[in-house]
Structures are given as structure tokens and as C-alpha cells.
């Protein structure tokens, strides 16, 4: 089955930097793109990042210029560099691939971004 399996998070100060991982298994990788989520505690999931089978990205606005995208298709695997984090970055950050009209989620990371 798929399964994809977030690493990374964890405890910054502001103006830090983290990078998340997205290992893929159980389905190809390359043709797929895969995106970034977040949920903070009583707001809804958005997108944070996206990236195309052809390497193409795009960004919510909060995060442009300090997030970065990439993937490794080799490892199978999406990354999530952030730098300069704000406390309002805080939430669980989720990875996510759809394929077809199915969608597929890890576990989530938490990301806590205080001093």
C-alpha cells in the first residue's frame, strides 16, 4: 500500500531553519507531484508547498522566499526546506500525494517555532 512517512520537525527558535522529509513507498514516485500541508491547532489544513512531476513549484504566499521545495526521485522522497521560521509557522506539517482521484497522507511532523 502507499505510505508516506514524514521526518524533520521539531522545536526552532525564531528565524531558525528545518528541513522536513517525505519518504514514498508503495506506489512510483516520479510521475506524481506531492505537495506540503499544514494545520495549526483550530485553523483548517492549507497548502504550504507543491511540486510537479516536472520539477515546477509553487508556494502559499506566507512562506515564499523562505520555503523551499524539492524532491529526489532517486530516494523517493519530497523535501521541505524552511528557513527564517515565525512562531506563526507552528502546526503539524503533512505530506501528501494524489494520484487519480485518491489522496494519500503521512502522519504528520510537528513543526514548533518559539523562543
Known amino acids: 500500500q502507499v505510505q508516506l512517512v514524514e521526518s524533520g520537525g521539531g522545536l526552532v527558535q525564531p528565524g531558525g531553519s528545518l528541513r522536513l522529509s517525505c519518504a514514498v513507498s508503495g506506489t512510483v514516485f516520479s510521475i506524481y507531484g506531492m505537495g506540503w500541508y499544514r494545520q495549526a491547532p483550530g485553523k483548517q489544513r492549507e497548502l504550504v508547498a507543491h511540486?510537479?512531476?516536472?520539477?515546477?513549484?509553487n508556494y502559499a504566499d506566507s512562506v515564499k522566499g523562505r520555503f523551499t521545495i524539492s524532491r529526489d526521485n532517486a530516494k523517493r522522497t519530497v523535501y521541505l526546506q524552511m528557513n527564517s521560521l515565525k512562531p506563526e509557522d507552528t502546526a503539524v506539517y503533512y505530506c501528501?500525494?494524489?494520484?487519480?482521484?485518491?489522496?494519500?497522507w503521512g502522519q504528520g511532523t510537528q513543526v514548533t517555532v518559539s523562543s
Open positions: 511540486i510537479t512531476s516536472a520539477g515546477s513549484t
Open positions: 501528501n500525494l494524489a494520484r487519480g482521484s485518491s489522496s494519500y
